[in-house]
């Protein structure tokens, strides 16, 4: 009896056990803990720290290796942001991949990391489809927590709609809709929202910018009128303060949500900080 009750209880500490979800970086870690709100028996993580950024050649460390192998699943971004991702799924086959980027449109990458685009966070709308390929993927994977899943996706869907209206209206009434960009992290952005991207500073935001291509930067942006400049917190902009001091055109601040606090409502918080940045930077 006593073998019998240990087994028992062995048995429920198994059957207890968390499921370890794993993240690729910040925005997909937002998405996701915002789809896996209270769902019982669930740990959420984010494989690379807040502060890391993009995973623009990200090399993977012992201990992502140590996180993935105890993994369930592993939520990516995908459009080729996860250039590590053979490596993973060769060293962990049975691990369940959700790609967040299936069914959206792509944009090309002109001269980056790959060949997509793979910002693709940044339109509220890939946003939403991302949250339903979160959905579907994690309800397929805890099908016991199905409908917590499909009620959290569906409030934070309509969070985004509203956050995506608000933008919308915003930002067409804005006169101006020229921008540079410091590097190529808002195509989607505004393409979603018809702002014209005049000029990118560099396609490796980690990398110095040399002479030649900020002579080449600094004519575009004079043919274009000298449209606003845009940093990105996340990266040094002295370039950017070389090119406003032969421009005269002003610098402003987007975050491409790729570092934070980690709070539910990260996403809208950032959008909303950056709709406030253009209405100034814009709307003169």
């Known amino acids: 009896m ?3 009750a240990l087994l028992g ?3 429920c500490a198994a059957a207890e056990e968390e499921v370890s979800v794993v993240a690729t970086f910040y925005p997909v870690y937002i998405l996701a803990e915002n789809v896996l709100k209270d769902v019982p028996g669930v740990t959420l993580s984010s494989m690379t720290p807040p502060s890391t950024g993009c995973l623009h050649d990200y090399q993977l460390l012992t201990s992502d290796m140590r996180a993935l192998g105890k993994a369930k699943a592993l939520l990516i971004n995908g459009a080729g942001m996860e250039s590590f991702l053979p490596d993973v799924t060769g060293q962990f086959p049975a691990l369940v991949v959700v790609d967040c980027s ?5 944009i090309a990458e002109e001269g980056g990391h790959g060949e997509w685009n793979a910002h693709i966070w940044l ?3 890939n946003a939403v489809r991302m949250v339903e390929n979160l959905r579907d993927g994690l309800s397929a994977l805890l099908p016991e927590s199905d409908a917590l899943i499909q009620s959290n996706a569906a409030a934070y869907i309509e969070r985004l709609m509203q956050l995506d ?5 915003a930002i067409e009434a804005l006169p ?9 992290a808002f195509p989607y952005f505004a393409r979603a929202y018809g702002l014209h991207v005049c000029a990118v500073v560099t396609t490796e935001p980690d990398e110095p910018i040399s002479p030649r291509m900020l002579g080449s930067v600094i004519r575009q942006i004079r043919d274009a009128g000298n449209p606003p400049l845009f940093s990105e917190p996340q990266y040094e902009n002295s370039a950017l303060s070389t090119i406003a001091a032969e421009t005269g055109a002003p610098v402003y ?5 790729v570092t934070g606090d980690g709070s539910l409502t990260a996403y809208e918080d950032v959008m909303r900080k950056n709709l406030a940045v253009l209405e100034t ?4």
């Open 165 to 169: 209206a608000e933008l919308s209206a």
């Open 253 to 257: 601040e987007l975050d491409p949500l």
């Open 9 to 11: 209880l062995t048995g």
């Open 281 to 284: 930077a814009l709307g003169e």
């Open 176 to 184: 101006g809709k020229d921008i540079v960009t410091f590097h190529e």
């Open 123 to 125: 339109d509220p709308q």
């Open 2 to 4: 006593l073998l019998c």
């Open 102 to 106: 299936q069914g959206v449109e792509l």
